[in-house]
């Protein structure tokens, strides 16, 4: 479906959004209705309290009924915009800006409904885009977390009580917690970590072979190659293949199509690859938006996802594990190799409460917990001169942000 099919769903539904006034209201209701904060305390947290946390707005755990909410079965169900708080010419005006970024596909859930989507020529609602690239290392933390809620692994333990080559080695006191909060103190190069870990036969082994340069919990810096050390942390914890046991334990069950990129020893890779449809990673941050639980399921632990969502250092604002957030504060990014530092959200458009699966080329899966909206905006553009595609992940949000109404509806 592409952009004109796009207007001319919007433009049915708005033939009967203006007489639902009522229902309208009820459902404003019921979407700003469980906005209190329901904390569970992690069984480790004494243990994990040793790496400061701090800035966390505690927005991400009100959402705790989950009898009252809305999934799919299997697929999104399609309600208009108007019902939902966004405007007709305003979802009007995301498709044109989607189309203006170079988007693959844009898709907006709103309480666990489809409210808006458009897509590129040649993709629909179930072509998946080849590579979401890092936004896969948020999908990582998901299955991390499944593992640790089977009490197959614990993220405060060491690496190396999962990685025999760790151990006796400086690398030992690494936790699995250090790997997902880039506070590894891993070995690092912006050459060797962006272009050879990418180009090697096992990613794996070569990921392992790597030591310190700083004491694990000192220093932040983003490593692909540290994330693909998680490859060899779950396959000893779940016992199989890791791809395996993420599609019976969590993409089945959530009904996300997918699938994982492998390197050439057959190794999944953690820290980009996976191929996924813009409908599929709505239903992964939706998974998120309600703590992990899905149709009747806790899936991952509630306090996992909690603790997931906070900033996992001091050394970081923006960042927690294997997830960025969009706090205003003091924001690390990726060094590109030059190190990027500043205070202030890293998409300005976007809610400070938000947080985000963010990949290269502008991957981004945004999860707003206050007024409970998914946004994903997925692209096989890939722009050597744009990397991270900030600009065009903003320039979505913020026509997002400018589709919303305050009340009623305006009109196509």
Known sequence: MGQTSLIALVA?????????GEDFEENELRSHHNHHNHHNHHANKGKRDKHKRHGYHGHHGHHGHHGHHTYPDPDWRVEAPQLHGLSNSG????????????????????????????????????????????????????IVGVAEGQGLLDIADPASDYIQAWQATESAG??????????????????????????????????????????????WEYS???????????EVAVGQDV??????????????????????????QMYRGLSASCRDMAKFGYLY???????????????????????????NDAYGYLWWRNYDGHSVMPSTPARTEFEGKMLPSGSEDGFMAFGAYGQ??????????VVVRLSDVYDPNNPFGLDQMDAVLAAFEAAKVEQGCDGP
């Open 289 to 315: 938006l309600r703590n992990g639980h899905w149709r009747g399921q806790q899936l991952v632990p509630n306090a996992f996802v909690q603790e997931s969502l906070e900033a996992s250092s001091s050394l």
């Open 174 to 219: 690494v936790t699995i917690l250090e790997l997902m909060s880039q506070t590894s103190g891993r070995e690092w190069d912006f050459f060797t970590d962006l272009f050879i870990v990418s180009g090697v036969e096992d990613e794996t082994a070569y990921a392992l072979s790597f030591g310190q340069d700083h004491e694990p919990g000192d220093h």
């Open 243 to 268: 791809e395996e046991f993420a599609q019976t334990e969590l993409f089945e069950k959530i009904g996300m199509d997918v699938s994982m990129a492998r390197d050439n020893a057959g190794n999944p």
């Open 12 to 20: 049915v539904a708005s033939l009967v959004a203006c007489d639902a």
């Open 364 to 373: 981004l899966v945004f999860v707003d917990p206050e007024d409970e909206y």
């Open 91 to 142: 979802v009007a005006q995301l498709a044109t800006v989607a189309e203006q970024t170079n988007s693959s596909c844009v898709v907006v859930i709103h309480d666990g409904v489809l409210v808006s989507e458009w897509y590129a020529s040649g993709y629909d609602a179930s072509t998946p885009v080849p590579d979401i690239m890092s936004a896969t290392k948020s999908v990582i933390n998901a």
């Open 224 to 234: 692909n190659h540290g994330t693909q050390s998680l490859e060899a942390v779950l």
